[in-house]
């Protein structure tokens, strides 16, 4: 079993930088695909980002491209997602998933289906 626990969110001005951290605990994540996702208040969950295991590839949401960026430290057993560039339409609750033992070079992880473990999730607020 995997705990993860998201940190780092608060409120931010557009165009601020916020770094969300998904500590896990329980097992090493070093064989585990790890993804962001988020939610908005009245909106489905939504995918933001995924690592594979080694942290050699990443993949994007295309409303996040070119302005977050997903990476691991398997030594500290963490994941980060820096998110620049801030719009208000950012604003959401950021979840970190672990996918179990998934040792693809891909990161295309794009479903909430596709994960075993979720975090409890960070409030990430943008103001215009």
């Known amino acids: 079993q995997v705990q993860l626990v998201e940190s780092g969110g608060g409120l931010v001005q557009a165009g601020g930088s916020l770094r969300l951290s998904c500590a896990a605990s329980?097992?090493?994540?070093?064989?585990?695909?790890m993804g962001w996702f988020r939610q908005a208040p009245g909106k489905e969950r939504e995918f933001v980002a995924a690592i594979n295991w080694s942290g050699g590839r990443t993949y994007y949401a295309d409303s996040v491209k070119g302005r977050f960026t997903i990476s691991r430290d398997n030594a500290k057993n963490t994941v980060y997602l820096q998110l620049n560039s801030l719009k208000p339409e950012d604003t959401a609750v950021y979840y970190c998933?672990?996918?179990?033992?998934?040792?693809?070079?891909?990161?295309?992880?794009?479903?909430?289906?596709?994960?075993?473990?979720w975090g409890q999730g960070t409030q990430v607020t943008v103001s215009s």
């Open positions: 329980g097992r090493t994540i070093s064989s585990y695909a």
């Open positions: 998933a672990a996918r179990e033992a998934y040792y693809s070079t891909s990161a295309y992880l794009t479903r909430l289906s596709e994960y075993d473990y």
